[in-house]
């Protein structure tokens, strides 16, 4: 079955930021974190430096609408030219206004709202904001409740 998932990079903060997104999204993670001193070594490449051993290297979990967030730290060493949150946006289009302002409220307690959730000139009820850790969100639904 074909599927759509998002996935979020971060500069050492991905674990606290999934879970801040297992709590708004009332989810679990669909298996445990890997992390990058799980992998086995490889003498291809250099070894995981040790401040990066305990750094999220893959999670996923289930968001809206079978849709899966992803996610994983970017080590120090692969950080040039990296900026938190630019690259991505995620849009939500849940099925009710009740659940459009729950993630959106959520969402944006300790961020920044872009727009606020409102009637657009296409029909939706939508809003952008920017979560406490620098990921663009896109919320709207059709719905008319």
Request: proline share 8%.
């Given at each position: ?71 994983s ?37 300790g ?35």
């Open positions: 079955m074909a599927s759509v998932a998002t996935y979020l990079n971060f500069k050492g903060n991905c674990e606290e930021a999934f879970g801040f997104y297992q709590e708004v999204f009332q989810s679990e993670l669909a298996a445990p974190p890997m992390r990058f001193g799980d992998a086995p070594p490889d003498e291809n490449m250099s070894p995981v430096p040790e401040e990066a051993k305990r750094q999220i290297m893959h999670v996923a979990m289930p968001i809206l609408g079978g849709h899966q967030l992803m996610g730290d970017v080590p120090p060493a692969m950080q040039h030219g990296f900026v938190v949150g630019t690259n991505v946006q995620v849009s939500l289009s849940p099925d009710t206004r009740a659940e459009t302002d729950r993630l959106f409220a959520a969402l944006g307690e961020g920044e709202v872009k727009m606020p959730l409102h009637e657009q000139f296409w029909g939706d009820y939508f809003g952008l904001v920017t979560d406490r850790f620098g990921i663009h969100w896109m919320v709207g639904t059709a719905a008319k409740e």
